[in-house]
């Protein structure tokens, strides 16, 4: 613990002495135009995308980098892909995104659920301009995307540039900045549910652009698409810059966000009732089976945060980003488990009884506070050794996350499914996890980009990892061990492309990864528990990149195959009939097409196909082995395509289509129940007249009743019910 915080300690000296060393460089006689470091135009790969095709990404590498030059498959979402959806949460946003498996569970306003190629990201796959928004239990951020410029995906294995992440690949949610521009966009709308936003963005500049600000907010609330759910919610990003000259640069930040709803219905259900018939039929899509009385969830996270920009003489370039955050939340309320029955009390069941047909509900409480601190140093240039051109990163990153956390479950009344009454007292809860958990990560990482022989690009990225985690809890709680570890951990990825003037770039790539586990064998003795290795494991990539020279085009496909060790595998004990094991191996092999083009300025279109093999490879139980895990679809396809009329009588009307399917999955471990695979359409229409706009977006045109996925036979969620939004902006 003590090496950690000295060498966080000296990491902050660095930085402080090369920003005091930036300073004195930076007072020229005259204020230089912006043109080292920005935040918008075509060479920028954070700033805004030019219509559907994005050319450049740091997600990949941490740096400035062609799209084409990463050896990885990376997908890229803009401002205009979002906003001509309506993706009113990120989730919803990577709908169309080749590898991912997007809403998993349904519609779920406070988690954004996303898998990619196979492996849940939510947890430890989702990061902010490059840091990690980790998230444990219920201790996660969850990010508006009205306030982003773009969110990026990077699949597959990221643990060389990022730490330990999900094997299947993380997405980048890249902030809108200050602009040096003055100017305003205030957008309003509403949903056939009756739940509105207010969405406002501001940016103001003195006029050498010195000093620049934003303004980004949005406030909604009201129904929801199931009964009794509602909710309230905003958030606000206020920000300034700083930027004396062309090559230093400092942007300070902070983000408000709250959230207060009664949950929405249409999770946790039988299998029988929504993916099959029950003697009743169907459950339906609208009931909510919690309590309307006590249900509530409430939660506030704040941010605070800078990134800092420095370009020396010699063309070297200083990046710190610091971030640090709290998150508050607490939520109470029953949740279904299966059918009720004299023989079925923990919703083990398959059919239900009847008449009344009762849904067996487990009460729910819990209390979470989340503290976490991240800084990012990194310095990169450029170097010509003989016939090689190296582009070289070096770079330490800190990682500080603390939960503390009370869970609590128990006796709830059941409900009738088929009608359900409200207000029957509910039974005690008790405590079964009240824990503080701290975990310290600090890296070491490096990146060389080497070009050489007309066209050949050789990655190579190594990274040493140093993790401390402590788990502290009351004696006697099963699921709440107390342990201390320390681990530590190396990563590397090496590929190889080639780049030909045609703009077609064939690569190859493999990587290894890992992933820190806080669970632990918990002692029934009241005394330490048994922490957990780290998740590891590997990915090989072959794929083709092609940016066409007579368009704005590009098109992406890709063969892969990830393997996962370390799973947790129930092996359960006379003393501890909890107990788990690291046995567990699951392989992912797959394939996957991505293409995007600006056909004109006014026509765009996007299209993506993603087929794998999932499997689990090693278990403590053998009748998985060869399985499939459950909730992930092993086939996804989509397409959008989005057309403005660009003169004439009907101009400034645009109109936007797209289909999406969904591929069947196992709602159970061994593969005796599926989930079928589901169909969707969703439709656009705008109306552009000089700084005014209107629009009508609807997801899931024809209602199509589906189930989304089950987490086992009692964890059936329904998927999107047709969302009708309206909407109108105004822009100076």
């Keep these: 613990m003590m090496k950690t915080k000295i060498l966080l300690g000296s990491t902050a000296s660095i930085a402080l002495l090369c920003a005091g060393a930036a300073w004195a460089q930076g007072q020229p006689a005259q204020t230089v135009q912006l043109d080292t470091i920005t935040v918008e135009g075509e060479g920028s790969a954070t700033g805004p995308v030019n219509g559907y095709v994005a050319t450049r990404s740091t997600a990949g590498s941490k740096a400035n980098t062609p799209i084409t030059a990463i050896p990885q498959s990376v997908s890229v979402l803009g401002r205009d892909e979002i906003d001509d959806r309506k993706a009113l949460k990120v989730d919803e946003a990577l709908r169309y995104t080749a590898g991912v498996a997007a809403q998993a569970f349904g519609p779920d306003p406070d988690t954004d659920w996303i898998f990619i190629r196979g492996f849940q990201a939510t947890q430890t796959g989702v990061f902010m301009d490059g840091q990690q928004l980790y998230g444990y239990g219920f201790g996660g951020f969850q990010i508006s995307p009205f306030l982003l410029e773009r969110v990026e995906v990077l699949k597959g294995p990221a643990s060389v540039l990022y730490g330990g992440s999900t094997p299947g690949g993380i997405v980048n949610l890249v902030s809108k900045r200050p602009t040096a521009r003055n100017f305003g966009y205030v957008e309003a709308g509403i949903n056939n549910f009756g739940n509105a936003y207010l969405g406002i963005d501001v940016g103001l500049s003195d006029k050498q ?61 039988p299998y029988v009732g929504t993916v099959v018939n029950a003697p009743f039929g169907k459950i339906r899509r609208k009931a909510f089976l919690g309590e309307p009385a006590i249900d509530d969830q409430q939660r506030t996270e704040t941010l605070l945060g800078y990134e800092f920009q420095h370009q020396f003489a010699n063309n070297w370039n200083f990046t710190q980003n610091l971030r640090y955050g709290v998150m508050t939340g607490s939520q109470l309320g029953p949740y279904g488990f ?150 530590a951990s190396w990563s590397g990825r090496a590929g190889l492309g080639y780049e030909f003037a045609n703009g077609l770039t064939p690569y190859v790539s493999a990587a290894t990864f890992f992933t820190p586990v806080f669970d632990a064998v918990p002692n029934l003795l009241g005394g330490p528990g048994q922490p957990f290795r780290p998740e590891e494991g590997r990915q090989f990539e072959a794929g083709v990149k092609y940016k066409p020279t007579f368009m704005d085009a590009l098109f992406t496909a890709s063969v892969f195959q990830i393997t996962k060790q370390n799973v947790l595998n129930p092996a359960p004990t006379t003393l501890n009939p909890f107990a788990q094991q690291q046995l567990g191996e699951v392989t992912s ?144």
């Excluded at 004396?244 to 966000?257: K, N």
């Excluded at 991505?594 to 279109?605: F, G, H, R, Y």
Aim: hydrophobic residues 35%; contains cysteine.
């Design 209 to 269: 652009g010195v000093w620049s600000t934003r303004l980004t907010g949005k406030l909604s609330g009201g129904d929801q698409y199931t009964d009794v759910a509602k909710d309230f919610r905003g958030t606000i990003m206020p920000q300034i810059t700083y930027q004396p000259t062309g090559a230093t640069r400092i942007t300070a930040y902070g983000v408000y966000s709250a959230l207060d709803q009664i949950h929405v219905g249409g999770g946790f259900l």
């Design 338 to 487: 299966g059918y009720a029955g004299p023989d079925a009390p923990f919703g083990d069941r398959l059919q239900p009884l009847g008449p009344d047909y009762q849904l067996y509900r487990i009460g729910f409480q819990e209390r979470t506070r989340v503290n976490t601190f991240t800084v990012d140093n990194r310095i990169d240039g450029k170097v010509v050794t003989g016939p090689l051109e190296h582009s070289l990163l070096f770079g330490i990153d800190y990682k500080y996350f603390n939960i503390d956390h009370t869970q609590a479950s128990g006796g709830a009344n059941t409900i009738s499914v088929t009608n359900p009454a409200y207000g029957a007292q509910q039974g005690p809860t008790g405590v079964y996890l009240n824990q503080n958990l701290k975990h310290h990560q600090i890296g070491f990482y490096a990146q060389d980009q080497i070009r050489f022989g007309g066209g050949f690009l050789l990655t190579l990225n190594g990274r040493y990892d140093y993790v401390d985690k402590k788990s502290v809890s009351p004696a006697g709680l099963l699921f709440s061990p107390t342990y201390e570890k320390k681990e």
């Design 589 to 732: 092999r797959g394939v996957e097409f991505e293409a995007k083009a600006n056909i004109t300025k006014d026509l765009k279109v996007l299209a993506s196909f993603t087929a794998f093999d999932l499997k689990t490879t090693k278990d403590t139980r053998p009748l998985l082995v060869g399985r499939t895990p459950v909730v992930v679809p092993e086939v996804t396809a989509s397409a959008w395509l989005d057309y403005t009329v660009p003169e004439g009588f009907l101009k400034g009307v645009g109109l936007g289509a797209g289909v999406r399917y969904v591929g069947s999955s196992y709602a159970n471990p061994e593969n005796t129940l599926k989930v079928p695979s589901a169909t969707l359409v969703d439709a656009a229409i705008r109306y552009q007249i000089g700084n005014w706009g209107m629009a009508l977006n609807v997801t899931n045109l024809f209602d199509k009743a589906y189930v989304k996925s089950c987490n086992g036979q009692s964890g059936c969620g329904y998927g999107d019910a047709r969302t009708v939004t309206v909407s109108a902006n105004y822009r100076w």
